[in-house]
């Protein structure tokens, strides 16, 4: 009785080491994929359009033209778009 128990634990936990194997190499090849697809695919269009600062008493805020434009999406989040050669809010 008690060899058989020890056969079914040993069963079970070779099933869960091979389970847990498994999703390691799963991780490791959607990492693998992510960073190839980064490599292939580079973001390198984000910029700066707007600095601002306070020191509770003064407001500094100042907005700078994108050398690359600005795409719908980020025009969307920030309200921020290219019209006529010039940096345009809500326009």
Known sequence: MVCLLKNRLNK???VIIIII???????????????LFLLLFPRNDAEICQIAATDGREDFNVYVMPTHGISAGASAVNKL???????????
């Open 12 to 14: 079970v936990s070779i």
């Open 21 to 35: 194997i498994i999703i390691i190499i799963i991780i490791i090849i959607i990492i693998i994929i992510l960073k």
């Open 81 to 91: 778009s290219v019209k006529n050669k010039g940096l345009v809010y809500n326009g």
